[in-house]
């Protein structure tokens, strides 16, 4: 079956450094990617629409300029959380969708951890 | 708005038993989709099943079934025989727009369901 996978697990980072998210789709196209956010005992929060080849879009209250999303190819789009502050730990989740849309896969998500 | 509610925060159920898992949305669009993911401790989000507006019958997975009452704007999840693999949280939630193709979902809170041996 389709696979979406993202890297990496977990990380652990300084405040003030930027982390580099990246979500793949093994065997499968994706010209649009999802990036989610979820905090503890919560639900998933949609941060942006990543769209291969353009500008993402992002939601409402997600700031453009701390998660810089580049969607380069079919297959890859990165999340970098950039300048990391406490307040930015989290679980992160991207997803594509496959033939269609009807199914959206998930990846294995990053927990972001800032010191 | 579409808005996706889970009202259960938390589901205790004995193994082997059925249980069924809350879902009530809101929406005004003729055309929706319904899903249905677990997540485990791990993180990761499994699709479970779908539910097309549209579709006559109710969609079934193997043990999944999606109990889906269009007037009621109900689309409660059935899981026959638990087992205690299935203990995780559970997430119901709505296609939001059609954006190139893709789906851009909207989640409710979640139910953790824990299966008691």
């Known amino acids: 079956g389709a696979v979406v996978s993202q890297h990496p697990s977990w990380v652990i980072c300084k405040s003030g450094t930027s982390v580099k998210i990246e979500c793949r789709s093994l065997?499968?196209?994706?010209?649009?990617m999802f990036w989610y956010r979820q905090f503890p005992k919560q639900s998933l929060m949609l941060m942006a629409t990543?769209?291969?080849?353009?500008?993402?879009?992002?939601e409402q209250g997600v700031e453009k300029d701390k998660f810089l999303i580049n969607h380069a190819s079919l297959t890859l789009s990165t999340l970098t959380v950039t300048s990391a502050h406490p307040e930015d730990s989290s679980f992160y989740i991207c997803?594509?969708?496959?033939?269609?849309?009807?199914?959206?896969?998930f990846g294995s998500g990053t927990q972001l951890s800032v010191l | 708005a579409q808005k996706i509610t889970q009202t259960q925060p938390g589901m205790f159920v004995q193994e082997k038993e059925a249980v069924t898992l809350d879902c009530t949305y809101d929406?005004?669009?003729?055309?929706?989709?319904l899903f249905w993911y677990k997540q485990p401790s791990s993180g990761e989000m499994i699709f479970l099943i779908y539910?097309?507006?549209?579709?006559?019958q109710n969609a079934t997975e193997g043990r999944y079934s999606l109990n889906f009452q269009k007037a009621r704007k109900s689309a409660n999840l059935v899981i026959s025989a638990s087992q205690l693999g299935d203990s995780a949280m559970y997430f119901c939630?709505?296609?939001?727009?059609?954006?190139?193709?893709?789906?851009?979902?909207?989640f409710g809170q979640g139910t953790r369901l824990t299966i008691n041996p």
């Open positions: 990543s769209n291969e080849g353009s500008k993402a879009t992002y």
């Open positions: 997803s594509a969708p496959h033939r269609g849309g009807e199914k959206l896969f």
């Open positions: 539910q097309g507006s549209y579709d006559q």
């Open positions: 939630a709505m296609r939001d727009e059609l954006i190139q193709g893709a789906q851009k979902l909207v």
């Open positions: 929406t005004s669009d003729p055309s929706y989709g």
């Open positions: 065997d499968f196209q994706a010209t649009t």
